[in-house]
């Protein structure tokens, strides 16, 4: 099966990332390739493999590399904006999967048809 037949789950690193209080806004960086680290090694739970992992980073945490098991995009802008724009590429290909609490974020891609989970899903708290 190839990679782009798989469930895509794109994660709004910023959003989950900004979900628990833990120092996160000291290194935007360091807490994107946290998170990056935690999906390569833990994926997504309750959702069984093979998946297509993206987490998309913004702002400082922009360049961050990407890992075996999850691609990192950095947006060029708004990283709600490059999120709705992925989805949007895969609307009706594949399930997707987008992993945010942000509620105009979610609004948006759902009218898209993707299904919305909140940062708990990869982050526990």
Same mark, same amino acid.
Request: hydrophobic fraction near 45%; aromatic fraction near 0%; avoid cysteine.
């Given at each position: 099966m190839e990679e782009n037949a798989f469930p895509l789950v794109v994660v709004d690193a910023a959003n989950v990332v900004g979900s628990v209080p833990d120092g996160w806004w000291r290194d935007r960086r360091g807490a994107a390739e946290r998170l990056r680290d935690r999906l390569a090694a833990d994926g997504v739970p309750g959702?069984? *493999?093979?998946?297509?992992?993206?987490?998309?980073?913004? *702002?400082?945490?922009?360049?961050? /590399?990407?890992?075996?098991g999850v691609r990192v995009e950095s947006a060029p802008g708004s990283g709600d904006d490059h999120i709705v724009e992925l989805v949007a590429?895969?609307?009706? /290909?594949?399930?997707?999967?987008?992993?945010?609490? /942000?509620? *105009?974020?979610?609004?948006?891609?759902?009218?898209? *048809?993707?299904?919305?989970?909140?940062?708990?899903?990869?982050?526990?708290?």
């Open positions: 959702r069984p *493999g093979p998946l297509e992992v993206v987490l998309v980073v913004e *702002g400082a945490a922009r360049g961050v /590399d990407s890992v075996a590429r895969t609307a009706g /290909d594949r399930p997707v999967l987008v992993v945010t609490a /942000d509620r *105009g974020l979610r609004r948006r891609v759902v009218e898209l *048809g993707a299904e919305v989970a909140g940062p708990r899903t990869v982050r526990p708290v």
